[in-house]
Nanobody, 119 residues
Framework: QVQLVESGGGLVQAGGSLRLSCAAS????????MGWYRQAPGEQRELVAQ???????KYADSVKGRFTISRDNAKNLMLLQMNSLKPEDTAVYYC?????????????WGRGTQVSVSS
């Protein structure tokens, strides 16, 4: 089992930046996929960005060119650098670890960190 703890959220003005961190309780080297998701009030949780154990990345169209996902395997951290933030980026951001490549592989979630962007 993996425990995930997000940090780095906060309140920022539009155009500003934040860096989110997801700290894992153990090594993340062998975790096939890790990702950031977000959920705004009244909306479904959506994928923001995903990174594989080999460093392959995938982004939602709405954040391409503004957000960068990365993994620091030595520190068991996953990061999300968010630049040029917009009010529509306001949401609770969650990190997720998927423990296998099969569709029904176990997955673990953090509790989330709030990101609020004012106009």
């Amino acid at each position: 089992q993996v425990q995930l703890v997000e940090s780095g959220g906060g309140l920022v003005q539009a155009g500003g930046s934040l860096r989110l961190s997801c700290a894992a309780s153990g090594s993340i080297v062998s975790i096939p996929y890790m990702g950031w998701y977000r959920q705004a009030p009244g909306e479904q949780r959506e994928l923001v960005a995903q990174i594989s154990s080999r460093g392959r990345t995938k982004y939602a169209d709405s954040v391409k060119g503004r957000f960068t996902i990365s993994r620091d395997n030595a520190k068991n951290l996953m990061l999300l650098q968010m630049n040029s933030l917009k009010p529509e980026d306001t949401a609770v951001y969650y990190c997720k670890a998927v423990m296998g490549v099969a569709v029904d592989s176990p997955a673990y979630w953090g509790r989330g960190t709030q990101v609020s962007v004012s106009s």
